[in-house]
């Protein structure tokens, strides 16, 4: 590169949530037409960097040099003025337009300032498509009749209708078939070639190594490594960047178990072939009272959709999940709570609570026949149930009236748990349970864990963080593309190894079909 | 036990029929009450307002009667109405039933089996059109806004079917004296305590029972209330059967008051219940209102119009004044949400 000034330059960036340091002081710099890979794990700061890059969030602190000049981008439409473009993992089309009118959605081409040139449009949005080596697109077709590649490409299109000098892209290989990720490689390789620069995340460390020319990690809100070659840097080397850690989580001991010889408890969950087309291939798990299995994978894994199918809330195409031996009617969540199941969902605030409520009608939304008499409630004793449950858990502030918006993440998850603690349920199904709960707040929710497990509860664990699964979890299966590739006790993975298993893929997986499962051999590379 | 420290405001509970309030929702019900507080304001300075500008005619016993009487139709309606938008649903439907209950239970074919038989028929018809619309949305997944829409056109169509536009006056005798003077009791028209009796069950319902718990969930958040156990669709089928029923009511306190079943009886009722739910500080995208907001929002759509009427305005005027008070009303609600 010649000797000009970097295109970017983001220094110190950082950026709070209520709760979570999502980025504390972190650097990027970017040149012309190279293609620069961001990496990390989910939760390291990723999405949240190139958000602050796209103008969708502005940065507590930090500054941003582009071309020199420093600039403050106060908005998105800021940012696609400077010629930065950023295509999302979830495609922001809008499907019941066509294609070049999403291409040209927010500055079409006009007439007399108002009427929209659809000609113009189309021809300058077929050229485009044309570039992208994508001719059979119609610019006149609906995006919503377009294949999830298509759509892909006409975001890119989008990105290109701009004067562009800069294309974030976030995971775009992971709705793509090995053909035409070669063709995405192609176009960055155009792209690069007319001096335009590439910021690419992705997952997949053997795309990096292809097409990548410099790689920023992200770790735990930190850029831990800044412009390392991509070629050069052995994975290894990667993969300890990624995981090693600042933040030393405590995780509480684990009863020592099959020792004294006596024999396990019964399970109380048996999952037999349980399977969603398209989504996990056939699972079969046992689950014992006072165990925590973890299940680690990457997003998109399959990981929710198995806990939410266990649970009823997904109908599943094949398998059966049974409870004390007694077969679950298929997809329904009433049958699975009856029978003593507890789901605390990923989406807290989506899918758990009811924001509006105080926290005792939360707890005790699920076991409201408990205070009830022919549907009258007895409100005192469901507000001295709901005390007593969230006092078991320390749940702070100490007033179940208060409601429930008002608590810390942490406290909200202990609200979640405090409602199947009271209704007394056997098997809890955790999704991401300290998702946005600060660090402080997490080894107490893993004492409650560990302590509900103590207590006789089996629990099936969900994390995208490798280390909180393998801290509490006794067993672990691991996850990739919707397949179990492997399932050991905690105590024989470690992160790498868990990290080697979920990201071995070097071609999208095979469609999941039905085959053989079950505990597969690992590919390659050695655990350390 | 220690006491969590709540804010120390008294307790000026007036309306409902409460057990005296316990310590610990002291928050909840002091903050329900600001809203209350400010529409029996509103109430009041109506009251005021009728009283200095036609002192005579407004304060008058009968016109007091008169407003508390055409007060029960549209407050039985928004009842269920207001059940129905806090589980996040909406019923256009409710005019469209009220008429339909309205001349069924007129017929000549049901007359003929007096005071039971208009009752029994106008609320069976209620809840039978509660039915399909329960049965469309919840298990035929259809939105709320056009399973109910359509209940609108078809009940409204099948209500001139059966009048052919004519009224149907009522011959039961027992019926017809219900709506006069010598059934007061105390002076309050039976169709008044019906209305008092439809709110307080209404209050129960939704403050002291499993049901409104539900029904508050559902609307509040559908997904987490499904993963919580709650069998959302069946919620959602009781909830119009609900809306129903107390259309069902309406049109019999419809028929006593008018003396007759028209196919045009409760029109537009579905935008008075909606828009009294509203100002009562129900929102319509669910999860939140209180029966007592509600019946307020009808006492003072009700009194404005009373007001407006013994000042000689026209209805336009009214009708201009109901469009600027709900929009007052949103927006002071949404300024008292937010400190």
């Known amino acids: ?528 | 036990m220690t006491q969590p420290a709540s804010p120390a405001r008294p307790v000026t509970e007036k309306s409902p029929p409460a057990d005296a309030p316990k310590s610990p929702w002291r928050s909840l019900v002091t903050r329900v009450d600001v809203r209350t507080l400010s529409l029996l304001g509103v109430l009041a300075a109506l009251v005021v307002i009728g009283g200095v500008t036609e002192p005579d005619a407004f304060l008058d016993t009968d016109n007091l009667q008169l407003v508390l009487t055409q007060a029960s139709v549209i407050g039985v309606v928004t009842v269920g109405m207001t059940f129905v938008i806090i589980s996040g649903g909406i019923d256009l439907s409710v005019g469209a039933i009220v008429a339909l209950a309205s001349v069924w239970a007129t017929t000549v074919a049901t007359q003929e089996y007096g005071f039971a038989g208009i009752l029994f028929t106008a609320v069976v018809v209620g809840l039978g059109c509660g039915l399909v619309n329960g049965l469309l949305i919840a298990y035929g997944r259809m939105v709320p806004f056009i399973a109910t829409l359509a209940m609108l056109a078809s009940g409204r169509g099948l209500a001139l079917e059966i009048t052919d536009g004519k009224t149907q006056m009522v011959t039961v005798d027992s019926v017809l004296k219900l709506g006069e003077r010598d059934s007061y009791v105390l002076g309050i028209p039976p169709l008044v305590m019906v209305f008092a009796a439809v709110t307080v069950v209404g209050w129960l319902l939704l403050n002291r029972t499993t049901f409104g718990r539900r029904s508050v969930a559902v609307g509040g958040n559908a997904e987490a209330a499904r993963l919580a156990g709650i069998d959302v669709r069946r919620q959602r089928l009781y909830l119009y059967l609900l809306s129903g029923l107390c259309c069902g009511i309406a049109a019999f306190l419809l028929i006593v008051l008018a003396g007759s079943g028209q196919n045009t009886n409760g029109n537009l009722y579905e935008l008075d219940a909606i828009a009294a739910a509203i100002i009562g500080g129900t929102l319509l995208s669910g999860g939140r209102g209180t029966i007592t907001g509600s019946v307020l929002g009808v006492l003072i759509f009700i009194t404005i119009q009373n007001i407006f009427a013994l000042n000689n305005l026209e209805t336009a005027v009214q009708q201009i004044a109901k469009g600027a008070i709900i929009v007052a009303a949103v927006l002071v609600q949404r300024r008292t949400a937010t400190t």
């Open chain 1, 1 to 528: 590169m010649a000797p000009e000034p970097p295109l970017l330059t983001m220094s110190g960036i950082t950026k709070s949530f209520p709760g979570v340091r999502a980025l504390d002081g972190v650097d990027l710099h970017v040149q012309a037409g190279e293609v620069h890979c961001l990496l990390g794990q989910n939760g390291a700061g990723k999405s949240t960097l190139i958000k602050v890059l796209a103008g969708a969030h502005q940065p507590d602190d930090g500054t941003i040099v582009w071309r020199g000049d420093e600039v403050t981008l106060r908005s998105p439409i800021a940012a696609m003025r400077l010629g930065v473009a950023t295509i999302y993992q979830e495609l922001d089309l809008v499907e019941g337009l066509s294609v070049a009118e999403n291409v040209y959605l927010g500055h079409e081409p006009t007439a007399a300032g108002f009427v929209v040139r659809g000609r113009d449009a189309r021809a300058s949005t077929a050229a485009l498509l044309r570039r992208l080596g994508h001719s059979e697109i119609d610019p006149a077709r609906l995006v919503g009749d377009l294949s999830a590649a298509q759509q892909q490409i006409v975001s890119m299109a989008r990105a290109l209708s701009h004067e562009v000098r800069l294309i974030v892209m976030d995971e775009p290989s992971a709705a793509l078939d090995p053909d035409e990720v070669d063709n995405l490689f192609r176009i960055v390789g155009d792209l690069t070639a007319d001096g335009v620069a590439v910021v690419y995340i992705s997952h997949r460390l053997e795309e990096i190594r292809r097409i990548g020319d410099r790689v920023t990690v992200l770790k735990d809100g930190r850029a831990v490594a800044v412009g390392l070659p991509a070629k050069e840097t052995p994975t290894r080397e990667v993969i300890a960047l990624m995981t090693g850690r600042n933040v030393e989580y405590v995780f509480p001991e684990r009863a020592p178990r099959d020792q004294d010889g006596s024999p396990l408890p019964d399970p109380v969950l048996v999952v037999q072939g349980l399977a969603r087309d398209g989504e996990f291939a056939p699972l079969d798990l046992e689950l014992r009272p006072g165990e925590i299995v973890g299940l680690a994978g990457l997003v998109g894994s399959g990981r929710s959709e198995i806990l939410e199918t266990i649970y009823g809330a997904r109908r599943p195409t094949g398998g059966q999940v049974r409870v004390d031996g007694r077969v679950l009617r298929p997809g329904s969540v009433r049958a699975a709570v009856r029978a003593g199941l507890g789901l605390a969902p990923e989406e807290r605030k989506a899918q758990g609570l009811l924001m509006l409520e105080s926290v005792t009608r939360n707890v005790s939304v699920s076991s409201m026949s408990r205070f009830s008499y022919g549907g009258w409630l007895d409100r005192t004793k469901e507000r001295e149930a709901a005390r007593t449950a969230t006092r078991e858990l320390s749940l702070r502030p100490d007033n179940p009236s208060v409601p429930v918006r008002t608590l810390s993440g942490g406290n909200q998850q202990k609200a979640v748990l405090a409602r199947w603690l009271l209704r007394g349920c056997r098997v809890l199904l955790l999704d991401e349970p300290t998702r946005g709960v600060d660090v402080g707040a997490r080894a107490e929710l893993y004492t409650v864990i560990r302590r509900l497990a103590d207590e006789g509860l089996a629990v099936l664990l969900v994390s995208s963080e490798v280390p909180e699964v393998l801290g509490l979890a006794d067993r672990v299966l691991v996850l990739r593309e919707g397949r179990v590739v492997h399932t050991a006790p905690a105590h024989d993975l470690d992160e790498h190894r868990v990290l080697d298993l979920v990201l071995a893929s070097s071609t999208p997986g095979p469609t999941l079909t039905k085959g053989p499962h079950g505990p597969a051999t690992t590919e390659g590379s050695p655990a350390s």
